[in-house]
């Protein structure tokens, strides 16, 4: 049976079906990998995931290695390479809720990442907004494309986790901080993009505290708020999405308390990154 396509937008996403990730062959992960290289964001339902079916699916990305998130076991998980996001009543945030790139802060960032949601809530809502990074960069006026390829910023770890949700790592560990070029190539198409991120960056380098902040500020705000550049997926039980974690960022909408939303993450390691 062909898979059977359906873009989300003409810019971002694509729905993918005809296909059981279980018993994926090595031409349908190939294709699975060109599309989102081409689209940023696979959104493929009705999918029956195990931890290690999720795990195999996740392992013919990036590197093929696994990410182990710092927060694994604190979020309620016995394998530190899937990730619990849960959102319960007894929730003072929802993980994600703000706009970011996953774990941006690591020296050679996640590529891709997966989630396949167990639980959605009953009252509706919880859907994820993508955007583009890709997009991003090239909506932007020349001269300031041409300033910000010359910069780099601070990605720090401690900014969603310790900051904002007052979590901590385990004994002996340490959230990551990196430097990273503001602007990118992608690993397979080579185009560029905006690689900067409300959730982890903090700061620019070698620029002034008040000229950084501005910067950062109207990069954030042109990516929040440019619907040209984003797609909305709604889920459903049973649904896995894919992206890519590099030319994309996303915001996981919190607006269904106090009802609960219960999904789990993998993610492939990716190479460092290389300024555009």
């Not at 990069?219 to 984003?230: A, G, K, M, N, V």
Request: charged fraction near 20%; glycine fraction near 8%.
């Amino acid at each position: 049976m062909p898979l059977t396509i359906e873009n989300l937008t003409p810019v971002i996403g694509a729905e993918v079906s005809g296909i059981d990730l279980n018993t994926i062959s090595a031409d349908q992960a190939a294709i699975l990998r060109e599309l989102l290289a081409e689209r940023g964001v696979l959104v493929i339902r009705d999918q029956n995931l195990d931890h290690e079916a999720h795990k195999r699916v996740g392992s013919l990305f990036g590197t093929g290695t696994l990410h182990r998130h710092p927060l694994a076991t604190a979020s309620g998980s016995a394998d530190p390479e899937v990730l619990t996001v849960k959102a319960t009543a007894k929730s003072a945030h929802a993980a994600g809720e703000g706009w970011h790139t996953d774990v941006s802060c690591d020296p050679a960032p996640i590529s891709t990442s997966l989630l396949y949601m167990h639980q959605m809530p009953e009252s509706g809502g919880g859907d994820t907004v993508f955007a583009s990074m890709t997009e991003a960069f090239a909506l932007l006026s020349e001269p300031v494309r041409a300033l910000i390829a010359q910069l780099s910023a601070v990605h720090d770890g401690s900014l969603p986790w310790r900051e904002a949700y007052g979590r901590h790592p385990e004994a002996g560990a340490e959230f990551n901080r990196s430097v990273h070029p503001m602007v990118i190539a992608h690993p397979d198409t080579g185009k560029p993009l905006l690689w900067v991120n409300r959730g982890f960056t903090t700061r620019i380098a070698g620029v002034s505290k008040l000229e950084s902040r501005a910067l950062l500020e109207m990069l954030f705000q042109h990516i929040e708020s440019t619907p040209r550049l984003q797609c909305r997926v709604r889920w459903d039980a049973r649904t896995l999405v894919i992206w890519d974690n590099i030319a994309t960022q996303h915001h996981a909408v919190w607006d269904y308390f106090p009802y609960t939303r219960h999904a789990e993450r993998v993610s492939a390691v990716g190479g460092l990154l290389k300024a555009a």
